[in-house]
């Protein structure tokens, strides 16, 4: 069974074709990695596969269904949620504010029930509550609920980051640089959250990352993108020893000797 299935898409902004006949399938329950060096075209494959963009040309089906060109809301109630590269938080909003909003979305009491807020309104708004707690205390965010996001440390940002994206109960989660900013502990910490929240959520990851340890360490099959195309796919041993992967990066001496 397939959960998403991307054929040749090809994103252009003008003249630059940042997305070039881009193909990927991913199995529910997977944990797949995309991988490249800057300006490769992994965050505009995100923003193609979440609405944000609509391809240039090419397919995107998720569960069957073509999601090209939806609105990022209606790609979000199919089943596919995100984080950002750039923390994308309500900073001004309390950490429990954060995550209740988000398990919003499927939820949609009638006119009625919001106007009379009656038992059953109640009983959804003690529910997403419950939910959000449940979410902050994974993810060992329950003494901040109270906080204003944006007073958290970076790598609390980015877990509550990715507690948000899972208040809406995605089939797919993609995490764009989740261990971006954190220091070693926390990448280390992150690497089992990601592992066991796949199986606790039953949820499907596809993920960038720039750290190669991280990447590695996680991912059970990997995809590398160069300006726009995908030049290697396999598993992190493969990928480790792919020559197009290793002049891909000689570029970037850092990410190169931590790809060898
Ligand atoms: N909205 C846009 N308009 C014009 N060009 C864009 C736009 N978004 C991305 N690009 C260009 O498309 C190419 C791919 O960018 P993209 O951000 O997808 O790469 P990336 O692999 O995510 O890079 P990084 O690792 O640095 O985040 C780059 O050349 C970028 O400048």
Same mark, same amino acid.
Request: charged content about 20%; overall charge neutral; hydrophobic content about 40%.
């Given at each position: ?16 074709? +940042? ?48 999601? +090209? ?32 909003? +988000? ?82 502990? *926390? ?59 290793? *002049? ?6 850092? +990410? ?5």
């Amino acid at each position: 069974m397939t959960l998403l299935q991307v054929r040749d898409c090809t994103k252009q902004f003008g003249g630059l074709t +940042a997305v070039n006949k881009f193909n990927l399938t991913i199995s529910p329950g997977e944990l797949v990695g995309l991988i490249g060096p800057n300006g490769a075209g992994k965050t505009t494959a995100f923003n193609l596969l979440t609405g944000v963009y609509a391809p240039t040309s090419g397919t995107i089906e998720f569960h069957g269904q073509s999601i +090209a060109g939806r609105r990022p809301y209606q790609i979000a109630q199919c089943g596919i949620s995100r984080t950002f590269q750039n923390i994308r938080l309500f900073k001004s909003l309390t950490v429990l504010d954060n995550v209740r909003t +988000a398990t919003h979305l499927h939820y949609k009491p009638s006119l009625l029930q919001t106007v009379l807020r009656g038992g059953g309104f109640h009983q959804a708004e003690l529910e997403t509550e419950r939910k959000a707690r449940e979410l902050l205390e994974r993810f060992g965010l329950s003494k901040f609920e109270n906080y204003l996001a944006g007073s958290l440390a970076y790598g609390e940002q980015r877990r509550l980051e990715i507690a948000r994206a899972l208040a809406t109960d995605p089939k797919l989660l993609l995490l764009d640089e989740p261990a971006a900013g954190m220091n070693p502990q *926390e990448k280390i910490d992150l690497m089992d959250q990601i592992n066991s929240l796949r199986k606790d959520f039953q949820v499907t990851i596809l993920l960038i990352e720039h750290d190669m340890k991280v990447v590695m360490g996680v991912c059970e099959r990997i995809l590398v993108l160069d300006y726009g195309q995908v030049i290697a796919e396999g598993t992190p041993q493969e990928i480790r020893s792919d020559p197009k992967v290793i *002049e891909a990066y000689l570029g970037d001496a850092g +990410a190169a000797q931590q790809v060898a």
